[in-house]
């Protein structure tokens, strides 16, 4: 015999809130995960395309190792900028400054961040673009958000990762850092969606292109607090903005000193 519910439970039942995704350590409830990810996706507001794209994401256990295992920021300063090459960073950016320094008056006078943090960020998180990453961002910030360790943080910018194949701005085979970061200045999707500046004026915002991606930085670091015409060094207005970029003391420390050598 069928038994009907009550109506106040029939109440209860429509008005609870969606069942969460439930993370994992392996491989193995990935799917899962997928499909009860999908449906919070959905809620978000991702389209066909994004949708399609976490449905096609594979497990990137690379990414979960190169998450488990990061040794660079728990080197002192020193260690750390010898092992980015700092003194090459700072030779090349100043050439680079120079070569063009009508484009990077220009992203100065439009957000108010100088050419050598600009540049200085530039070539620590590339080396002004020759290394742009060989992980799919897709696949890569899927699985970090999967992953238990840090899914939170990782959770919006696997929507906008997903969302940014809606726009077209990235496709699931577009290729960046480990972590999902992308484009010339490693860029984590959900930062990408909301700070990307079409700098070229061709109507996307491109973050493969060194001028959109160093625009979206400049535009990232003013609205995250940089104020125009303020130095930048350890105890001045613009030092701790730096910590937004990269929360690592050292990678902060960095750029302040290599940032002050190429604007010389």
């Known amino acids: 015999?069928?038994?009907l519910l009550a109506p106040a439970l029939i109440s209860a039942l429509l008005a609870s809130p969606?069942?969460?995704?439930?993370?994992?350590?392996?491989?193995?409830?990935?799917?899962?995960?997928?499909?009860?990810?999908?449906?919070?996706?959905?809620?978000?507001?991702?389209?066909?395309?994004?949708?399609?794209?976490?449905?096609?994401?594979?497990?990137?256990?690379?990414?979960?190792s190169a998450d488990r295992n990061q040794k660079s920021f728990k080197y002192s300063l020193e260690k750390f900028m010898q092992v980015r090459g700092?003194?090459?960073?700072?030779?090349?950016g100043r050439k680079r400054k120079a070569r063009n320094p009508d484009f990077y008056a220009a992203l100065?006078?439009?957000?108010?961040?100088p050419a050598g943090v600009l540049i200085a960020i530039h070539g620590m998180e590339t080396a002004f673009g020759?290394?742009?990453?060989?992980?799919?961002?897709?696949?890569?910030i899927v699985t970090l958000t999967y992953?238990?360790?840090?899914?939170?943080?990782?959770?919006p910018h696997a929507l906008g990762a997903l969302k940014l194949v809606d726009q077209g701005a990235i496709t699931p085979a577009t290729l960046g850092a480990k972590h999902g970061e992308l484009?010339?200045?490693q860029f984590l999707p959900g930062n990408a969606l909301q700070y990307g500046q079409d700098w070229d004026g061709n109507g996307r915002v491109d973050f493969y292109n060194m001028g959109d991606a160093l625009a979206s930085t400049a535009?990232?670091?003013?609205?995250?607090?940089?104020k125009p015409g303020k130095g930048y060094q350890p105890g001045e207005p613009n030092y701790p903005v730096l910590k937004q970029w990269n929360a690592a003391t050292v990678y902060q420390q960095s750029l302040a000193i290599m940032g002050r050598q190429i604007d010389g």
């Open 1 to 3: 015999m069928r038994r």
């Open 18 to 64: 969606a069942v969460a995704a439930t993370c994992g350590n392996t491989s193995a409830g990935f799917d899962a995960w997928k499909q009860a990810f999908s449906a919070e996706a959905k809620r978000a507001g991702v389209r066909k395309a994004g949708l399609q794209a976490l449905a096609n994401a594979q497990y990137a256990s690379r990414t979960i």
């Open 86 to 92: 700092s003194s090459t960073i700072v030779a090349q």
């Open 108 to 113: 100065e006078r439009k957000y108010g961040v």
């Open 130 to 140: 020759n290394y742009m990453g060989d992980s799919q961002v897709v696949s890569a």
């Open 147 to 155: 992953d238990c360790r840090r899914s939170d943080f990782f959770r």
């Open 183 to 185: 484009g010339h200045t």
């Open 219 to 226: 535009n990232y670091l003013r609205q995250k607090g940089w």
